[in-house]
């Protein structure tokens, strides 16, 4: 059974930082694409950082770009999101996904927001407020 389970969310002031994390279970990450998205209220969900393990680079989107960084730990099958310098505009709900082809970065995170293949977490909220 495939599953994704993120933690980490919080409440943070203007500035600071968290890491959100993502256990998977059910597959290995280095056999799916595996990314961050995030959807504020009245918004649409947007890709935030996506890896895939055949690709030499990770994709981050131009409004977390130098703030934030995707990493994996194989051997514990969990994928992390390191956020820095957090603004405001930072808070939704944001979710782990995966999907079962190894496609490139930029277009997980771009054009298959929506594909019914993806496996999704239940999300974690990220409030960034002083």
């Known amino acids: 059974q495939v599953q994704l389970v993120e933690s980490g969310g919080d409440l943070v002031q203007p500035g600071g930082s968290l890491r959100l994390s993502c256990a998977a279970s059910?597959?290995?990450?280095?056999?799916?694409?595996i990314g961050w998205f995030r959807q504020a209220p009245g918004k649409e969900r947007e890709g935030v950082s996506c890896?895939?393990?055949?690709?030499?680079?990770?994709y981050y989107s131009d409004s977390v770009k130098g703030r934030f960084t995707i990493t994996r730990d194989n051997a514990k099958n969990t994928v992390y999101l390191q956020m820095n310098r957090l603004k405001p505009e930072d808070s939704a709900v944001y979710y782990c996904?995966?999907?079962?082809?190894?496609?490139?970065?930029?277009?997980?995170?771009?054009?298959?927001?929506?594909?019914?293949?993806?496996?999704w977490g239940q999300g974690t909220q990220v409030t960034v407020s002083s």
């Open positions: 890896s895939s393990s055949n690709s030499g680079r990770a």
């Open positions: 059910g597959f290995t990450l280095d056999s799916v694409a």
């Open positions: 996904a995966a999907h079962p082809i190894l496609i490139d970065p930029y277009y997980f995170c771009s054009e298959y927001v929506t594909s019914e293949s993806n496996y």
